[in-house]
């Protein structure tokens, strides 16, 4: 039976609750699904729930956005501890993110925007993290805006009007925090960085390939929902050259993304169950 191991719900950014999530890989025959949202483990414990009610394996992920000098990137986290460092470290990271969306709210209002975090909440959902895609939805159609990209590209972008920075970890120091958890670390979708328009070439990736391996990254993503066939490919040789681990998923996130589907990589075919044995071997190491 097909697998996901890349799926976001509501806990962040995604558009469907954590056992709407389990629901959905139900009807479509998926074996397990992965809830991998972004700086949380918000998802986990209603997924599992649903999970063991309707027959769906739940991979327990995490997608942790990092950066440093060479770009900003996502790294997956897959059966971390909860009881850890990285758990700590994230609820500092979550801290600082609701005074930053405060903090892009007042800017807004001052710039004429009609706004409020009441308003971005209703939004966003009750459980949601907030995150600069609600505070972008909240405005548009003010002043011209049309688009989410437009508010981004206007004022919520770095070098925006109302941009605000956020606190990130290194990738270094998140390898570091997955690997004291007890999780596998991967580089999710390493050919498509996070939050720009532009793919990246594959001797660029691979330069980022080795140094991430030298900071004892496990694996990549050789499986994604946008990687055509050469991609693929390409990240598969990636693991087989650095001795690395391959997984994958679709990075389903329901109408956020509406043109990636639950269990569908690489243009539009499954992903072997023998992936998540993999990773199950690799983590009981
Ligand atoms: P936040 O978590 O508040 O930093 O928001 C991050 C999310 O905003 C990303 O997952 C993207 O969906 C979106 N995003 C970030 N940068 C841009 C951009 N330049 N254009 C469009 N969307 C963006
Ligand atoms: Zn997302
Ligand atoms: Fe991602
Ligand atoms: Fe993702």
Not at 51 to 75: M, Q
Not at 131 to 154: C, K, M, N, W, Y
């Amino acid at each position: 039976m097909p697998i996901d191991l890349h799926a976001h719900t509501t806990a962040s950014d995604g558009s469907f609750s954590p056992r709407e999530l389990v629901i959905h890989a139900q009807e479509l025959g998926l074996s397990a699904v992965a809830v991998t949202d972004h700086d949380t483990f918000g998802g986990h414990e209603e997924a599992l729930a649903a999970g063991a009610e309707l027959g769906v394996e739940i991979v327990p992920g995490i997608e942790l956005s990092v950066s440093d000098e060479h770009g900003k990137f996502h790294l997956l986290g897959y059966f971390c501890n909860q009881d850890s460092e990285l758990n700590r470290e994230l609820a500092a990271i979550q801290y600082e993110r609701a005074n930053r969306n405060e903090i892009i709210i007042e800017r807004l209002q001052s710039l004429g925007f009609e706004t409020s975090l009441e308003k971005v909440r209703a939004i966003a959902g009750e459980d949601a993290q907030i995150g600069r895609p609600h505070i972008a939805r909240s405005i548009l159609g003010q002043q011209g805006l049309e688009t989410i990209q437009q508010v981004f590209d206007d004022l919520l972008a770095a070098g925006g009007r109302a941009h605000a920075p956020k606190k990130v970890l290194s990738p270094a120091r998140a390898v570091e925090l997955i690997h004291e958890a007890g999780g596998v670390a991967i580089w999710a979708h390493p050919l498509f960085p996070p939050s720009t328009r532009q793919k990246m070439d594959y001797h660029e990736a691979e330069a980022l390939v080795k140094l991430w391996k030298s900071w004892g990254l496990d694996g990549l993503e050789i499986y994604y929902g946008l990687y055509n066939t050469k991609d693929s490919e390409w990240a598969r040789s990636m693991t087989e050259k650095y001795g690395l681990l391959g997984t994958g998923g679709s990075d389903f996130h329901g109408i956020t993304k509406p043109n990636v589907y639950l269990g569908q990589v690489n243009g539009g075919v499954s992903m072997p169950e023998s992936v998540l044995e993999g990773l199950k071997a690799f983590s009981a190491k």
